[in-house]
């Protein structure tokens, strides 16, 4: 798990405004998934990326959307930031047949103000 | 959709007891059990995890078991250490999809 990298660490936006966060996975893993982990919670699932496609999305509105590159790192990008959007953004990266063991990344904390 | 619930929210234990995290799930369909311990202001840390055609699973003072019947797993930790104070998550992940479904969490507290 240290080999997942997240980027930036902090983050401050205000409302309305557009943010991009970045993943790299474990070197050797080719799926990523994001969460959203609000303070006080368990993380929520927003997308599952594998082989640069995706093959998982939570319960977000269309104002996040993400992608993976073919290096397999991957982004996720929020349009019209809310106050509510506020949060630790977690990677996964996501080992095993069964593309089930994730170990997540030190996360980005935004902060929307 | 999947749901996990977690309990107890809280649990405070003196150094070199026992704790355990109880967890149950509504789909009958999940098969994969992974425990996570999050310290305050880092990353969630995979300490366990079991899949359904195991029914207990151990790593030196961490073992965890699970009930496909009833539906529910739980944590056990062994003679606890003032380091094992963190919050514990257990999630649950749908067969086929992969998405992990988290609890609430517990934060477990360890006295000296």
């Known amino acids: 798990d240290a080999g997942v990298t997240q980027s930036p660490t902090h983050l401050i936006k205000t409302r309305g405004q557009h943010v991009t966060l970045r993943c790299s996975p474990i070197s050797g893993h080719k799926s990523v998934s994001w969460y959203q982990q609000v303070l006080g919670q368990g993380p929520q699932f927003i997308f599952q990326y594998y082989e640069k496609e995706e093959r998982g999305r939570g319960n977000f509105p269309d104002r996040f959307s993400a992608r993976q590159f073919p290096n397999y790192s991957s982004e996720l990008n929020v349009n019209a930031l809310l106050l509510g959007d506020s949060a630790l953004y977690l990677c996964?990266?996501?080992?095993?047949?069964?593309?089930?063991?994730?170990?997540f990344g030190p996360g980005t904390r935004l902060t929307v103000l | 959709g999947e749901n996990v619930e977690q309990h107890p929210s809280t649990l405070s234990v003196q150094e070199g007891d026992s704790a355990v995290i109880k967890c149950t799930y509504s789909?009958?369909?999940?098969?994969?059990f992974p425990w996570y311990k999050q310290e305050l202001g880092k990353r969630p840390q995979l300490i366990i995890d079991i899949r359904s055609n195991v029914g207990e699973k151990k790593d030196q003072r961490i073992a965890v078991t699970l009930n496909k019947t009833a539906k529910h797993f739980s944590l056990h930790i062994t003679e606890t250490q003032p380091e094992d104070s963190a919050v514990y998550f257990c999630a649950a992940s749908l067969a086929g999809r992969r998405a992990l479904t988290f609890g609430s969490g517990t934060r477990l507290q360890v006295q000296p």
């Open positions: 996964a990266s996501i080992w095993g047949r069964e593309r089930d063991t994730q170990y």
């Open positions: 789909d009958s369909a999940s098969n994969y």
